[in-house]
Structure formats: C-alpha cells, structure tokens
C-alpha cells in the first residue's frame, strides 16, 4: 500500500516536496514512480528511481526541475519540485513495480498505486 502526501498550493517558481509512504518488507525492492494528471487530461509519467536509487528517469518536461529520490530504510519515496510552473498544476500519484527496470513510463507497468495529492502552481 501506498500513500502519497505534501501536496498544496504554491506560486510559480516555488518549489513543494512530496512524499510516498509504503508499507510491507518489500519496498526496497520495487521500483518506484511519480505520475500526474491535470484536469481533462490523461494520466502522464513524471519521473522513476530504481529500487536501489541508483538510476533515475524523467519525463522531458520535467528535467532539471524535478528531483525522484528514496530511502528505503524509511519505506519512502520523494518528488522534490523546484522551479514549479503553472502548467505543473495536477494531482500526483506514486506506484510501485516490481523489477529492476526502472524507466518504465507506462501507467500499466505499474503494480501498486497511492491515493492522489493536489499540487496547485499560481501565476
């Protein structure tokens, strides 16, 4: 189970971190992904880390602004946002997947979802 959290309301170029809490023994051996879905569109990829942290993917849009990070002590993925931008307004979800390929972008390559938060970027 996922639970994703830290989601608000921010202005353009602030930043927001959000957090993805797992439960069970096996988090550390889940890839972990990031994806958002603004109103009347579809749900998109934003970012992936690989079970250990050693490898990390980003949708285009988001490079050099967004940062997917974990510790798998604490059974916790992050999504630090910088530099945030109107267009960045969504609700946020992590996932989960098993395996060792971490630069899946695709929503159905993904096992275990968390509950959404709202990120809001004024102008």
């Known amino acids: 189970q996922l639970q994703a959290s830290g989601g608000g309301l921010v202005q353009a170029g602030g930043s927001l971190s959000l957090s993805c809490l797992a439960s069970?023994?096996?988090?550390?051996?889940?890839?972990v992904g990031w994806f958002r879905q603004a109103p009347g569109r579809e749900r998109e990829f934003v970012g992936s880390?690989?079970?250990?942290?050693?490898?990390?993917y980003y949708e285009d849009s988001v490079k050099g602004r967004f940062t997917v990070s974990r510790d798998n002590a604490k059974n916790t993925a992050y999504l630090q946002m910088d530099s945030l931008k109107p267009e960045d307004t969504a609700v946020y979800y992590c996932?989960?997947?098993?395996?060792?390929?971490?630069?899946?972008?695709?929503?159905?390559?993904?096992?275990?979802w968390g509950q959404g938060t709202q990120v809001t970027v004024s102008s």
């Open positions: 069970g023994r096996a988090f550390s051996r889940h890839v």
């Open positions: 996932a989960a997947r098993g395996g060792t390929t971490w630069y899946k972008t695709s929503q159905s390559e993904y096992e275990y």
């Open positions: 880390i690989a079970w250990s942290g050693h490898a990390t």
